[in-house]
């Protein structure tokens, strides 16, 4: 397995001093996010250390893109994009199909053959009325990824957190329920997982048995911890917004059994992209925080992969 990050947490970092850092500090692999320009609605997201367009547009920069990659000896394990596509704002979710195709065909142009992103969710409607929506709009996608050799990982994180997101979410292909429906609806090849078990661990769901019934499908993998305060849950039980009784955190601080993940992984034969996500608070108050974050998870996390 090959570890890496995810370039989202490095907001104020060029593509350059991006890859200069992970080179120097022994990351092998980057998950770089693309996001177009413009006001982000979320944290970590509206980050973007490639420029999408203009690899469509300029083939110098696409080959700067790979050359730079090859020189520092660190990998582009996908390009990221994590938007809503199914959202109930027609042009919001237009907007971001758009981007999503220049993601793909980015991917496709650099030799990196992957997109890690969201299936998407209408918050406002049900499971059942959202899975007809996936049916209309991802085939499309898929096919036009399929064509042009770049494989599609879907993260399994709910997006549901606060009032924002409530009361459905904004990703619905969240739990092994839901993955078994859209793979039926969506029978392509290319489609596939992009894994993280902090998010099983705050809906109670076993985060590794899926590892086994889900092993063709896993094309990249997360790791970021979860704290679930058993206390807080108990207060406000699990209808209430997730934030309100647990807590993203760096692998090794939070619930999560590594190592038991990890053997998890090589018992499939996982061999692939497996990326560090910070999005713990408590390392997000300076630059020297930030840069820590992926030390301190990138020294932990050498206990079990090589």
């Given at each position: ?81 994590y938007p809503n596509i199914l959202d109930a704002d027609q042009a919001k979710a237009l907007a971001c199909r758009e981007h999503l195709r220049k993601v793909i065909m980015a ?200």
């Amino acid at each position: 397995m090959k570890l890496g990050f995810i370039t989202a947490i490095l907001e104020n970092y060029t593509y350059e001093q991006m890859m200069e850092f992970a080179s120097v500090e022994g990351f092998e692999c980057v998950e770089v996010a693309c996001w177009p320009a413009g006001d982000a609605e979320r944290r970590y997201a509206g980050v973007s250390h490639i420029d999408i367009g203009k690899v469509l547009e300029d083939n110098t920069y696409a080959e700067y893109i790979g050359n730079l990659s090859r020189a520092k000896g660190v990998e582009i394990s996908s390009l990221a994009y994590y938007p809503n596509i199914l959202d109930a704002d027609q042009a919001k979710a237009l907007a971001c199909r758009e981007h999503l195709r220049k993601v793909i065909m980015a991917s496709a142009k650099l030799g990196v053959g992957m997109v890690t992103t969201f299936i998407g969710r209408d918050q406002t409607k049900t499971v059942e009325e959202n899975l007809k929506i996936v049916r209309m709009v991802w085939p499309e996608l898929l096919e036009l990824a399929g064509a042009n050799g770049v494989k599609i990982a879907i993260e399994n994180c709910p997006m549901l957190f606060g009032a924002d997101q409530w009361p459905g979410g904004q990703n619905l292909m969240t739990t092994p329920s839901n993955w078994r429906k859209i793979f039926e609806i969506l029978p392509y090849d290319n489609l596939g997982i992009n894994y993280d078990p902090s998010h099983f661990v705050w809906q109670m769901i076993d985060y590794i048995k899926p590892l086994y019934e889900f092993k063709d499908k896993i094309f990249h993998v997360h790791y970021k911890d979860i704290k679930v305060y058993r206390d807080k849950l108990e207060d406000c039980g699990t209808m209430a917004y997730p934030l309100q009784y647990m807590q993203p955190k760096l692998p090794g601080l939070g619930d999560i059994d590594w190592g038991k993940y990890v053997s998890a992984l090589t018992d499939i034969g996982y061999d692939g992209y497996t990326c560090i996500e910070v999005e713990d608070k408590a390392f997000e108050n300076n630059e020297k925080k930030v840069l820590d974050s992926l030390r301190l998870s990138k020294h932990y996390l050498k206990q079990f992969v090589i």
